[in-house]
Structures are given as structure tokens and as C-alpha cells.
């Protein structure tokens, strides 16, 4: 009898237990750049979209490395731009009659800022993105170096592993900032009394 009720108890406990997941080889497992930089704690390989699951060569891969670090060094500069400006502090003097502390951050900036200003800021863009980028044989030793031979601030004299770091540090910085300014714009279309930065 005690038999027979302990069977039926383990039977019922069995009906509430998950089924163990077959494993199973995915992309993210089999992708060749599962140890890339950037692959590392606490995240280590994420790609939810499976983005790598269609880079076949370490062509496309650098290209998509270049443009993360790209918008990554451009985020934090956007962060410490809206910063900057929300702590109160501006170029002196104006810009065809409109004062530089008149110019709000974020999106809103676009409104007010004159022709001029806008169109002298996507020439320096377009200069940088085209004109001194990464001009081959320059001797650029990773994706998203651009000293040219030229710039060098000591890192020549860097070990490999303090290299290494350096430019995880830059990568993982970048992707922070691409979410915190992305919260900050989408919290300033809201129109609400965020981003909470503007509250503090």
C-alpha cells in the first residue's frame, strides 16, 4: 500500500516538471566570432538577432565591428554634449545672430539652430567619415582605428593584453552610451518631465 501511494505521489510531482530541452546547435554556438571582442561578461556572445548568422567572412564582420565602435564613440560624445549643455554650459558668442545659450540640447536643437551651423557640422562629418577614416597603408592595426600614422598618445607603447582592454573598455562604453542617448532623445519626444537628468 505504501508502495502504491508513493508511486502515485512521485507520478503527480512528474506531471510539474519541465521537460529537459533537447540541445541543440545554433548559430550563436557555431559562429566562428563567438570570441571576438565584445563577447565577454556578463553578457559574453549575444546576438538575439542573429545577426552573425549571415557574416561568412571576417570582411562583413569588421565592417560591422567599424560601424558598432563608429556610433559607439558618436553616442558618447552625444552623451557628454547633452550633458554638457543641461549643466548650463555653452560657447560664448552666436552663430548668424542665434547665441550659443540659446540653443537647447537634444533633437530640440535642430529647431533652433541656424542653416549654417547645420550645414558646417555634416561637412565635419562627412569629412571625417570620408576623408580621414581609414586610409590604408597607414598602418591601423583593428577595425575602428583611425591614427592613420599619424595620432598615437602612447599606444604603440601598450603591451597586447593592455590593448586588448583598452579597446573592450571603448566597445562596452560605446554600447552604454548608444542606450543612454537613445533614452535620453526617446525620453525628450515624449514630452514628459523626462529625461530625469533635466530633473537633477
Same mark, same amino acid.
Given at each position: 500500500m505504501k508502495?502504491?501511494?508513493?508511486?502515485?505521489? =512521485?507520478?503527480? %510531482?512528474?506531471?510539474?516538471? /519541465?521537460? +529537459?530541452?533537447?540541445k541543440s546547435s545554433t548559430a550563436l554556438e557555431a559562429s566562428k566570432y563567438a570570441q571576438e571582442l565584445g563577447a565577454q561578461v556578463p553578457l559574453g556572445y549575444w546576438d538575439p538577432l542573429r545577426v552573425l548568422s549571415h557574416v561568412d567572412n571576417d570582411e562583413k564582420f569588421n565592417f560591422f565591428r567599424e560601424a558598432e565602435i563608429t556610433h559607439g564613440r558618436v553616442a558618447m560624445l552625444a552623451m557628454?554634449?547633452?550633458?554638457?549643455?543641461?549643466?548650463?554650459?555653452?560657447?560664448?558668442g552666436d552663430f548668424e545672430g =542665434?547665441?550659443? %545659450?540659446?540653443?537647447?540640447? /537634444?533633437? +530640440?536643437?535642430?529647431?533652433?539652430?541656424?542653416?549654417?551651423?547645420?550645414?558646417?557640422?555634416?561637412?565635419?562629418?562627412?569629412?571625417?567619415?570620408?576623408?580621414v577614416r581609414n586610409i590604408e597603408g597607414t598602418g591601423n592595426e583593428f577595425p575602428g582605428d583611425y591614427r592613420n600614422g599619424w595620432i598615437d598618445f602612447g599606444w604603440d607603447n601598450f603591451s597586447d593584453a593592455e590593448k586588448l582592454k583598452k579597446r573592450a573598455i571603448e566597445l562596452n562604453n560605446g554600447r552604454a552610451a548608444m542606450m543612454g542617448i537613445t533614452?535620453?532623445? =526617446?525620453?525628450?519626444?515624449?514630452?514628459?518631465?523626462?529625461?530625469?537628468?533635466g530633473q537633477l
Amino acid at each position: 500500500m505504501k508502495l502504491a501511494i508513493l508511486s502515485a505521489l =512521485v507520478s503527480c %510531482a512528474a506531471a510539474f516538471t /519541465g521537460v +529537459a530541452p533537447a540541445k541543440s546547435s545554433t548559430a550563436l554556438e557555431a559562429s566562428k566570432y563567438a570570441q571576438e571582442l565584445g563577447a565577454q561578461v556578463p553578457l559574453g556572445y549575444w546576438d538575439p538577432l542573429r545577426v552573425l548568422s549571415h557574416v561568412d567572412n571576417d570582411e562583413k564582420f569588421n565592417f560591422f565591428r567599424e560601424a558598432e565602435i563608429t556610433h559607439g564613440r558618436v553616442a558618447m560624445l552625444a552623451m557628454l554634449g547633452q550633458l554638457t549643455v543641461r549643466a548650463g554650459f555653452h560657447f560664448s558668442g552666436d552663430f548668424e545672430g =542665434v547665441a550659443y %545659450a540659446d540653443i537647447p540640447p /537634444g533633437l +530640440a536643437a535642430f529647431d533652433v539652430m541656424p542653416f549654417g551651423l547645420k550645414a558646417d557640422i555634416f561637412a565635419t562629418m562627412a569629412f571625417l567619415q570620408c576623408g580621414v577614416r581609414n586610409i590604408e597603408g597607414t598602418g591601423n592595426e583593428f577595425p575602428g582605428d583611425y591614427r592613420n600614422g599619424w595620432i598615437d598618445f602612447g599606444w604603440d607603447n601598450f603591451s597586447d593584453a593592455e590593448k586588448l582592454k583598452k579597446r573592450a573598455i571603448e566597445l562596452n562604453n560605446g554600447r552604454a552610451a548608444m542606450m543612454g542617448i537613445t533614452g535620453l532623445v =526617446v525620453h525628450e519626444q515624449l514630452h514628459t518631465s523626462m529625461p530625469i537628468i533635466g530633473q537633477l
